[in-house]
């Protein structure tokens, strides 16, 4: 084929994303009537009513181009995280943000550090760039942050840390956290993923935002698309010191997030009521959820997000097409290396009910 002469050497080795099966495909290939998804880390409650009120009246100016610099939302967010405004940057989803990432730091040979069982995102921004990607193992299911400062070289650009981690949920504490920043050299850009932020529980957990004063080479994101429930309208944020924002802010788009996703995520702020719901549902359901595992004795691993990985002693993905004819769509975990391991998000009670139902009949 010609177009494989044609494109650039770092587009060969992208593998496509895989993403959790969309319920409609589910209830058309296989003909059901009702499908839950539990496979994407989507919250449950749904979006704030109130956000989506506001997000319609919004809709009758989508003639109108969106603010560019997404100023009430920055003004908001900056008091509430008690950063200054040209500390934030906004994406189209966090996703977007890592290939800002990619597009601003990586060249071609850098090496960049992720560990070996987390989100592929950071795979893709740094294939993508053409960098060469160190890989570090999990230990007992953490970041090993120590193995991770060992594998920094003189080619090392970026350090990602997922934390909480997706899919193993575990985190890295602020004392582990603290170690690490005091060794990682200050031209390394290291990442903070904090996706799921909002859900942590435990008090050992960093604050990063504080970090930021002592080190100039950080960068955490965070998005609205998980506790916030607007995974649908794709919207995030960087925070970091004002010179790597204007960088970043170099490679974006002038209109990158739309005006509802700006008003969706200005209005979810507004929502403490739905946010505390949806912890306190996440909460129970990670309980519920913990002690149906232990009845059926299976291993699974504590999380501090909104999904747990639970061991089903057989293969995945058969349980996978299983739970899928059950009406239930979760994420094998195949794909990562794991052959009995699957990932649960957490669902409403009735739903959470209704996936250990199909657990306990297809196993
Ligand atoms: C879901 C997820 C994201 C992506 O979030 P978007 O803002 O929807 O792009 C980023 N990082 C991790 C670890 C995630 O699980």
């Known amino acids: 084929m010609v177009a494989e002469k044609m494109v650039r050497k770092a587009i060969m080795n992208i593998k496509p994303y895989v993403p959790g099966k969309p319920i409609e495909e589910v209830k058309r290939e296989l003909g059901l009537d009702k499908v839950i998804k539990l496979a994407s880390n989507e919250n449950p409650l749904g979006t704030s009513p109130t956000a989506v009120e506001k997000m319609q009246e919004r809709l009758e100016r989508a003639h109108i181009y969106p603010d560019g610099n997404a100023y009430s939302l920055r003004a908001k967010l900056s008091s509430k995280l008690e950063v ?31 560990a070996e069982t987390t989100f592929s995102e950071y795979e893709f921004t740094t294939n993508l760039m053409g960098g060469n990607l160190i890989k570090v193992p999990l230990k007992d299911y953490k970041h090993d942050l120590e193995e991770m400062v060992a594998a920094i070289t ?33 031209d390394v850009v290291v990442v903070f993923d904090e996706a799921y932020y909002e859900y942590v529980t435990n008090d050992d957990y960093p604050e990063t935002i504080d970090y930021l004063s002592d080190y100039d080479n950080l960068i955490i994101l965070r998005t609205f698309s998980k506790a916030y429930g607007l995974s649908g309208l794709r919207i995030g944020y960087g925070i970091s010191n004002p010179e790597l ?16 996703a700006q008003v969706g995520a200005y209005s979810s702020l507004d929502d403490k009521k739905h946010l505390e719901k949806t912890l306190e549902y996440n909460n129970q359901g990670k309980e519920y959820l913990y002690q149906q595992f232990e009845e059926l004795g299976l291993d ?26 059950e009406g239930v769509i979760i994420r094998s975990l195949s794909s990562f290396g794991y052959q009995t391991k699957i990932r649960v998000t957490v669902g409403l009670p009735e739903e959470n009910k209704a996936f250990i139902e199909a657990l306990k009949k297809v196993l």
Do not use: H, W
């Open 84 to 114: 200054a405004q040209d500390q934030l940057i906004f994406g189209n989803g966090s996703d977007e943000l890592l290939a800002y990432l990619g597009q601003t730091f990586i060249k071609s040979d850098d090496e960049v550090i992720m």
């Open 154 to 186: 003189e080619q090392t650009k970026m350090i990602f840390v997922c934390n909480p981690n997706n899919p193993t949920g575990t985190i890295v504490t602020s004392k582990e956290v603290e170690e690490f920043l005091e060794q990682v050299p200050d």
């Open 245 to 260: 924002i204007d960088y970043l802010k170099r490679v974006r788009q002038p209109f990158n997030v739309n005006e509802i």
């Open 300 to 325: 699974y691993i504590p999380t501090e997000s909104n999904f747990i990985i639970v061991d089903v002693e057989e293969s995945n993905d058969q349980i996978f097409d299983k739970l899928l004819k």
